[in-house]
């Protein structure tokens, strides 16, 4: 019997944890690896790996194509671009501590679409070869220009299909005509709630009475338009974290049930008061205690809470194709299913790059709405864009259900060759995998009630999670 090649990963009491290229994974202890390594495997070994999946017999046979199809399915592959991030104005009203994106003040003038661009806005979106199509308006605060808002959407509710439209605002000022805008079915809308009302002003709007009519407007959304129409997320400065019951309350109090942490972003203005690597040790302590907060707390409570990132990891380990978040896909293509179009109308592969452009630290563009992508500039951002080859990833354990985000590499290092293994990326996700293999080995009822949920399965049982004993 061939095995294909195993990589290994722990060498805690509980032993090692193997993976192969398809993603398929067991633990073992240190006698498996020396028998592994030096070619000894004995009879209940193989048997134990061709059970798995983890070998086969001969090319062709039923379980040499059952690896290759889990493998395929572990590759992110192009699809026809259905996805457009608009930026119709970089003003904004509010003045963010840890804004990323280097907005303009609300009374800037030229940093709205002109006509001309609109005009290429739209005839760009005219020539997408898809029939379904997904909008999301960025900014800046985009109901300062509802009026282009509308052009687009009454445009896309025309040429497309099926078309969806999700606006990123801040929810500060809501009059009459946004919340007619918002009200349409195939509306949604996305905003950042930080925390409890102190937190949130801090961060964000740095006046009590501000952060009172957020929380009324957004409150408002969630009766008027449905939870399911409305998404939040909070900023966290790790520096000074909310507290975790703080947090879950103002997000389960509105019926919300996913927390995403997001960390304060390496871009715009937020990069001027942080090193390259700050806090990375810190943000992994602070994340793992949060998702153990959670764990406890819906074993306790019956709750089924989430931290919206380690739940797409955990699904990413446990089978092929969960990809739905870019920086777990591989290849991680730029410029495919979705582009980003700015202010001024050119193209970004990602929402980072052009904010990296924006503060004048690389131009990441590739292309404009009026001459069309410029494919070649793209094409050698898709050069590295894939962790296959990577002299620090192909020996990892987790390279299976991992990344890349070279738009963060090129932010923090400069370069696209930094050492994979000594990036923000790569130790932010070797912790949170790390964690996910631990909760899953764990063994006890409360890992076992959240995984459960998490993964999206009626219960959690040890047949989920192979150990050769």
């Not at 890349?404 to 990036?423: F, K, M, N, Q, V």
Request: proline residues 3%.
């Amino acid at each position: 019997m061939k095995i294909w090649p195993l990589r290994f990963r722990g060498g805690a009491s509980d032993g090692y944890l193997f993976s192969d290229d398809a993603g398929g994974f067991f633990r073992a202890d240190a006698s498996f690896l020396d028998r592994y390594v030096s070619g000894g495997l004995t009879a209940r070994d193989k048997a134990f790996l061709h059970l798995g999946g983890h070998g086969f017999e001969e090319a062709g046979d039923l379980a040499h194509t059952s690896f290759a199809y889990r493998w395929s399915q572990r590759q992110a592959i192009r699809t026809e671009l259905g996805y457009v991030i608009l930026v119709p104005t970089l003003r904004c009203n509010l003045s963010c501590t840890y804004c990323q994106v280097s907005r303009a003040a609300e009374n800037a003038r030229g940093y709205d679409w002109s006509e001309e661009t609109t005009g290429a806005v739209l005839r760009y979106l005219d020539r997408l070869m898809t029939s379904d199509v997904k909008i999301e308006f960025q900014g800046g605060e985009p109901l300062l220009r509802l009026d282009l808002l509308e052009k687009v959407r009454t445009f896309c509710r025309r040429r497309f299909t099926s078309s969806k439209f999700v606006v990123c605002t801040n929810m500060q000022r809501m009059g009459a005509e946004a919340w007619s805008f918002l009200d349409a079915p195939d509306t949604f809308v996305s905003t950042s709630l930080d925390g409890d009302s102190a937190t949130h002003t801090r961060q964000r709007t740095q006046s009590a009475s501000a952060t009172e009519g957020f929380l009324s407007n957004l409150d408002q959304a969630l009766e008027r338009l449905g939870a399911d129409k409305v998404s939040a997320l909070p900023t966290i400065d790790i520096d000074d974290p909310p507290d975790f019951d703080e947090l879950i309350e103002a997000y389960s109090s509105r019926g919300m049930r996913s927390i995403y942490l997001r960390p304060i972003n390496h871009q715009g203005f937020a990069r001027r008061a942080r090193s390259v690597d700050a806090d990375i040790e810190r943000w992994n302590t602070l994340h793992r205690q949060f998702v153990e907060h959670l764990i406890d707390l819906n074993y306790r409570t019956g709750a089924g809470l989430e931290e919206y990132y380690f739940s797409q990891c955990l699904r990413r380990a446990l089978r092929p194709g969960a990809d739905e978040h870019v920086d777990l896909r591989n290849p991680n293509f730029f410029g495919s299913d979705y582009v980003v179009i700015d202010h001024d109308g050119k193209l970004y592969p990602t929402d980072e790059a052009r904010m990296l452009s924006r503060i004048g630290r690389i131009d990441l563009s590739i292309g404009d709405v009026l001459t069309g992508m410029a494919a070649e500039k793209r094409d050698i951002l898709n050069a590295a864009s894939l962790n296959s080859f990577e002299p620090d990833c192909i020996h990892c354990a987790f390279q299976p259900y991992c990344g890349s985000d070279l738009i963060d590499d090129l932010s923090r290092y400069g370069r696209s060759d930094h050492a994979r293994s000594s990036t923000w990326f790569c130790k932010r996700h070797t912790s949170v995998f790390d964690h996910v293999f631990e909760l899953m080995y764990r063994g006890d009822a409360a890992a076992g009630h959240s995984l459960a949920q998490w993964s999206g399965i009626a219960n959690w049982g040890a047949h989920l999670v192979p150990k050769l004993s």
